[in-house]
């Protein structure tokens, strides 16, 4: 019983919340950002483990794991961050993304197609 109160009281402190939230004021232009949570039709996360992304201005986006930097492009409306990378791995990241939570330190995106059930968390690093 201790065991599992423990557990839940560490998900709830090193996860994003569950509460919607969209807020504008988040810059994520601001500091690099890791994918925390990627699943297309199963858990893909471990893909991305040592990526940073900078999300710039005039729409670069730079991914950088040790000596490597990929660029991509990026844009955002009130509702959606549009990412496109031509390498590889990173391009399983492009999509038309949903905003269904952005705070200071998580960004919660889920697919654009309801069909589809692909998820993107990125967490500030």
């Known amino acids: 019983m201790r065991f599992?109160?423990?557990?839940?009281?560490?998900?709830t402190l090193f996860s994003c919340?569950?509460?919607?939230?969209?807020?504008?004021?988040?810059?994520i232009k601001e500091g690099t950002w890791r994918?925390?949570?990627?699943?297309?039709?199963?858990?893909?996360?471990?893909?991305?483990?040592?990526y940073a992304l900078m999300f710039g201005d005039g729409g670069v986006l730079m991914a950088h794991k040790g000596a490597a930097?990929?660029?991509?492009?990026?844009s955002e409306t009130s509702s959606k961050i549009i990412i496109n990378f031509t390498d590889p791995v990173l391009s399983e990241l492009n999509n038309d993304w949903l905003i269904v939570e952005k705070t200071p330190s998580c960004i919660k995106l889920k697919d654009d197609n309801p069909?589809?059930?692909d998820q993107l968390h990125?967490?500030?690093n």
């Open 122 to 124: 990125l967490a500030k």
């Open 115 to 117: 069909a589809q059930d």
């Open 4 to 11: 599992l109160f423990l557990f839940f009281i560490g998900i």
């Open 35 to 50: 994918v925390a949570y990627y699943w297309d039709q199963k858990d893909e996360t471990a893909n991305f483990t040592g």
């Open 69 to 74: 930097m990929i660029s991509g492009t990026w």
């Open 17 to 27: 919340s569950n509460k919607k939230e969209d807020n504008p004021s988040v810059n």
